[in-house]
């Protein structure tokens, strides 16, 4: 039997364990990916962390995962032993559902979440379903791509919902995601307002170096009304602040997977025809047009490398905010 270095979640709110564990065999339709690369996904803080409440355990977390086949499972016809494929958090869906059925497959009843339901990429091997996987541009190494394949869908997911014809754009916690579609939006002629923690100066920079044309506290007011705005933090308040900056007929989207609870706010900050709606999870086309789109920006990934046996150190820069752009893992 071989054997496998890996990261494991044992237990919610627990540190991850540096395991030896069975390399997985791909069965029918799946596909074994010799791990390259894997990013650090606030999802992943969110499931350690316990906010998000139904996890396989034990796990192996990561869902931004680029490697190359090592082995195919039978009825595989997408892809060739040695090929680069990108596996994202979507990892499966019924096909059956009434959501399936009308092109939400983001909405499926019965999913799978690569990194939640089923193991993931903390390790030097995962399988995965050939059809949730993705070919990757060529312009972009290992580590570049990994940010992309949640980090860049969601948000490119997010920033579809925007309403057409939006100028003025807020984005709300400028991490690994509003560092991609910043770049989306300043290549599409839109105008970038970017909002960080207060006194995170350091932060309110980094989003001017990328296009921002202006960046301040969370708790200010922007120079202009917001046609819109999207919120990455996954903290509730956000919303009545960014609704506080929203013109007339402006929307508030909500990216995250988890949030924390919503303040009661006036209903004159949602009357004039101000809208919230959330985001969730992707589908396979979104995955197509922005992996299309984005070496024509083109995107580039502000990447910071841990090894993955620091993998809790990568989770716990994220969460006290101390990673610009994204964290990934590499194998050595």
């Known amino acids: 039997m071989r054997v496998m270095r890996a990261m494991v979640l ?16 791909p069965s029918s339709g799946q596909i074994l990916v010799k791990v390259h690369a894997c990013g650090v996904c606030r999802t992943d803080l969110h499931v350690v962390d316990g906010d998000l409440r139904n996890p396989k ?34 990892g499966g869906t ?39 996987c993705f070919r990757l541009p060529p312009e972009y190494g290992d580590a570049d791509a990994a940010p992309l394949l949640c980090a860049g869908l969601i948000g490119y997911r997010s920033f579809r919902m925007v309403p057409d014809g939006a100028q ?12 991609i579609i910043a770049q989306v939006a300043r290549y599409q002629g839109k105008e970038i307002y970017a909002f960080t923690k207060p006194g995170d100066t350091e932060g309110q ?27 990455f933090a996954p903290v509730g308040s956000l919303v009545v602040e960014a609704l506080r ?17 919503i303040p009661a706010f006036p209903y004159d900050l949602l009357w004039e025809e101000r809208a919230i709606r959330s985001v969730a999870n992707l589908t396979r086309r979104d995955g197509d047009e922005f992996l299309a789109l984005a070496p024509k920006v083109p995107v580039r ?31 050595e």
């Open 94 to 132: 019924c096909g059956r559902c009434r959501y399936c059925l009308s092109g939400r497959e983001n909405l499926c009843d019965h999913p799978l979440f690569t990194g939640y339901t089923i193991d993931g990429g903390y390790a030097e091997y995962t399988v995965a379903d050939h059809r949730y």
């Open 168 to 179: 003025h754009i807020g984005i709300y916690g400028f991490g690994a995601a509003a560092h």
């Open 245 to 261: 900056s929203m013109s007339k007929g402006g929307s508030v989207v909500c990216a995250g997977i988890h949030m924390s609870d």
């Open 10 to 25: 044992e237990a919610k709110r627990t540190g991850l364990v540096e395991k030896e564990v069975p390399v997985p065999e």
């Open 301 to 331: 990934c502000e990447v910071e490398p841990f090894p993955l046996a620091r993998a809790n150190e990568a989770l716990g820069a994220l969460r006290s905010g101390d990673i610009q752009g994204a964290a990934v893992l590499v194998m």
């Open 57 to 90: 355990l034990p796990l192996i977390p990561g869902h931004e995962i680029v490697g190359k086949v090592a082995a195919l499972g039978s009825q595989v016809v997408s892809f060739q032993l040695g090929e680069r494929v990108g596996i994202p958090w979507l």
């Open 205 to 231: 920079i980094f989003a001017q170096r990328l296009g921002a044309v202006w960046a301040g506290s969370s708790l200010e007011r922007p120079p202009v009304p917001l046609d819109a705005a999207v919120i």
